[in-house]
């Protein structure tokens, strides 16, 4: 961009507001944190997380109608993929002991639409299935077969050849789609997927992410270390930081206060910071290797100087690819629906934020290194 061309602008010289401004985007992020907390998805703290597909498009304030009052505590429904398609979250695992009798209805209800008098036994039940004995194997096999058409994970207790119990899966999707089926008539829909994340394994999946990003900004210091020199490590590495904790502010403190906006925290969003980690190191390598040219070319001319004309010769550049991948990730934001749009949130401001550290905050923190302890910067 031509406009960029001959720029020469004292970026050093705002480095006193870019420090407020950061400080203070900081500490708004962290009094959210302590008093709001985040919000994480069911990745993190467990819970089971349902996807149906309907024959015809469906009005998705409906479908949250339906299934907000049926038992399931706290349910978050949001379209996925298209029209057609809705996703159901709830933090629940199993089917709550309240409506469990229930969903035991409902099957039976079905065996006996199907089959009507026939004799049947309930020898047994847990938290998550029930298990019946009809009089013979023919009979188990039928209505196996039955049940499974009828959209219910059935199977046999056993292989033997007399074998004449059955278990049916008592789950989530079977309670939310009982009440679906009374109110929702003239579209049919099939459960593609229910997945179910228990609180143990939310937890190590946490830990994880955290260790996943940590290691990541480790991983980035002792490379840019070798590259460089410390000093520029550092100052990189404490910018990813910078745009980390800002960025992982923002989720606290915009919460549930833009709508449409849903900001959990799930596995999804750790894959955008990782990608906003890539994305903002790149854009700081950049301008460090021209510091790094121009220090070799400029010998006697003073690292602050050396810095400001560093940034600005690749301003074109990184306005240029910056400006690039923000509408990308700005059409993203607005029409890639509610699935995505958290991911692409993080990306947007990130990117924003990224370019404005890798300006304002990793080359000022190399500049200050350079004037507190008086040592020349060569390479």
Excluded: C
């Amino acid at each position: 961009m031509r406009i960029f061309e001959n720029l020469n602008y004292n970026f050093l010289g705002k480095k006193t507001i870019a420090y407020i401004l950061s400080t203070l985007l900081f500490a708004l992020g962290l009094v959210s944190a302590i008093i709001r907390g985040f919000e994480f998805g069911i990745d993190f703290k467990g819970g089971t997380e349902i996807v149906l597909q309907f024959d015809n498009p469906v009005d998705i304030g409906i479908i949250r109608t339906d299934v907000e009052n049926i038992g399931l505590g706290n349910i978050e429904v949001k379209t996925f993929g298209g029209e057609t398609g809705v996703m159901i979250r709830t933090e629940e695992q199993v089917i709550p002991t309240a409506i469990f009798p229930s969903v035991v209805g409902y099957i039976e209800n079905e065996i006996e639409k199907k089959f009507p008098n026939v004799q049947k036994q309930r020898v047994d039940s847990t938290a998550n299935s029930v298990t019946y004995a009809f009089v013979n194997k023919d009979t188990t096999d039928d209505v196996i077969d039955a049940l499974f058409e009828a959209g219910f994970q059935s199977g046999r207790v056993s292989e033997e050849l007399d074998n004449n119990q059955m278990v049916v899966r008592v789950g989530i999707a079977d309670w939310i789609k009982e009440n679906l089926n009374l109110k929702i008539k003239d579209n049919k829909f099939i459960v593609l997927k229910e997945d179910i994340v228990g609180p143990k394994i939310g937890e190590e999946l946490r830990r994880d992410a955290v260790l996943a990003i940590f290691f990541a900004l480790i991983v980035i210091l002792v490379y840019l270390g070798f590259r460089f020199k410390f000093i520029f490590a550092f100052g990189a590495v404490a910018a990813l930081f910078h745009d980390t904790l800002i960025t992982l502010g923002l989720f606290s403190l915009l919460y549930g206060i833009i709508p449409g906006l849903n900001l959990e925290i799930d596995i999804t969003i750790v894959a955008a910071f990782l990608t906003l980690i890539g994305y903002s190191i790149n854009d700081t390598v950049i301008v460090f290797d021209r510091i790094r040219e121009n220090i070799k070319i400029h010998k006697t001319k003073p690292i602050y100087d050396i810095i400001n004309t560093s940034i600005s010769q690749t301003m074109s550049r990184t306005v240029l690819t910056g400006g690039t991948t923000l509408l990308t990730v700005g059409v993203l934001l607005i029409f890639g629906g509610e699935v995505l749009r958290a991911f692409a949130f993080t990306l947007f401001f990130g990117i924003i934020i990224g370019t404005y550290s890798s300006i304002f905050v990793a080359s000022a923190l190399v500049y200050e290194y350079s004037e507190k302890y008086k040592k020349k910067l060569e390479f």
